[in-house]
């Protein structure tokens, strides 16, 4: 079984250009969640779909930032424009749908965005 | 106040000892802990799950959690220098999102 995956793994962009990042999750997961560590912060929440529907966007740090996931399968992320202080990386988890406590997330590799 | 703490590192331990990692949370609510395993550049794997107090072993790794103090550890014992990495202290809310520790690096000298 595929685990989650990202595209790209690495983008270097100029402030104020745009940047869309990709994550596909699980075959079968409702569950998706967006996740972004900057340097020398921990991992935090940014948001969750279940299936295309958001959960919970309440980690979005600012309308710059749009989540999509149109058919409830893969997930873009787009951030218009890029400032610096987005550079981190940016994760991709996924979980089946029931919704328990202990449901494990699956972590994708992240993207690692750089803005100069 | 940081919603997860852990215990500061780099922790540099002896192959074959124990390594002890701390997390501390501030949310009472909170349902499901965690702890993740993170290599250098890869994706955080899931490598032990508490909900209930007390211990819960699974192989080398041990995490016990006490919600009255609010803590969660995780004990790696016979250390090998495959554990060398960082170590991520999760908990889950009622909502299901995933708050995180700054993590801990292991070192495990050879």
């Known amino acids: 079984e595929a685990g989650v995956t990202q595209f790209p793994s690495h983008s270097v962009i100029e402030k104020g250009q745009t940047v869309t990042l990709r994550c596909d999750p699980i075959s079968g997961h409702d569950n998706l969640y967006w996740y972004r560590r900057v340097m020398g912060k921990e991992i935090k929440f940014l948001l969750h779909f279940v299936k295309e529907s958001k959960q919970d966007e309440s980690g979005m740090p600012n309308n710059r930032f749009l989540a999509e996931r149109t058919g409830g399968t893969y997930s873009t992320l787009k951030v218009q424009p890029a400032e610096l202080e987005d550079s981190g990386v940016y994760f991709c988890?996924?979980?089946?749908?029931?919704?328990?406590?202990?449901?494990?997330?699956?972590f994708g590799p992240g993207t690692r965005l750089t803005v100069l | 106040q940081k919603e997860v703490e852990q215990n500061s590192g780099p922790l540099s331990v002896p192959e074959g000892a124990i390594a002890s990692l701390n997390c501390t949370y501030s949310d009472r609510g909170s349902q499901s802990f965690f702890w993740y395993r993170q290599y250098s550049g890869k994706s955080p794997e899931l490598i032990m799950s508490i909900y209930s107090n007390g211990d819960k072993e699974d192989g080398r790794f041990t995490a016990q959690l006490n919600k009255a103090s609010q803590y969660v550890s995780l004990l790696i014992r016979d250390s090998q220098p495959s554990d060398s990495a960082t170590y991520l202290c999760a908990v889950k809310n009622r909502d299901y999102k995933l708050s995180f520790g700054a993590g801990t690096t292991v070192t495990v000298r050879a």
């Open positions: 988890a996924s979980s089946q749908l029931e919704a328990s406590p202990g449901n494990e997330q699956f």
